[in-house]
C-alpha cells in the first residue's frame, strides 16, 4: 500500500485546513485508516481513525469537535478536516493504513503550521 499526503500548510489560529491521503496498492486489504502528527520534540500521537466497512471513527480529545475524519473509498481518499486550529496543532500530519494482516503503512507526512 503507497499512501500520498496533502493539504499541508500555514494557517492563523482559528483557521480551516483540509489534509487528503491518496491510498493506492492493496488498498481493499485495509482495515483502518487514520492520522497521527508529531510535533518538534514530542511523540508521534493518534489523531483520528476510521474503520472500514462501518466506518466508526476515533478521536483524540484534543481534537473532538473541531477534526472530522472521512474516507472515500471509491476514490481510495482518506481526508482530514480541521477547523478552529490552534498553535498547538502544529505538527507533521502522517496518514497511516493498518491492512487485516495487521501490516502498518505510513505516508511521507505533511507539515501543518498554525500562527498564532
Known amino acids: 500500500v503507497q499512501l500520498v499526503e496533502s493539504g499541508g500548510g500555514l494557517v492563523q489560529a482559528g483557521g480551516s485546513l483540509r489534509l487528503s491521503c491518496a491510498a493506492s496498492?492493496?488498498?481493499?486489504?485495509?482495515?483502518?485508516m487514520g492520522w497521527y502528527r508529531q510535533a518538534p520534540g514530542k511523540q508521534r500521537e493518534l489523531v483520528a481513525r476510521i474503520i472500514s466497512g462501518g466506518g466508526s471513527t476515533n478521536y483524540a480529545d484534543s481534537v473532538k469537535g473541531r477534526f472530522t475524519i472521512s474516507r472515500d473509498n471509491a476514490k481510495n481518499m482518506m481526508y482530514l478536516q480541521m477547523n478552529s486550529l490552534k498553535p498547538e496543532d502544529t505538527a507533521v500530519y502522517y496518514c497511516?493504513?493498518?491492512?487485516?494482516?495487521?501490516?502498518?503503512?505510513w505516508g511521507q507526512g505533511t507539515q501543518v503550521t498554525v500562527s498564532s
Open positions: 497511516y493504513a493498518q491492512l487485516w494482516t495487521g501490516v502498518d503503512y
Open positions: 496498492g492493496r488498498s481493499g486489504s485495509i482495515r483502518a
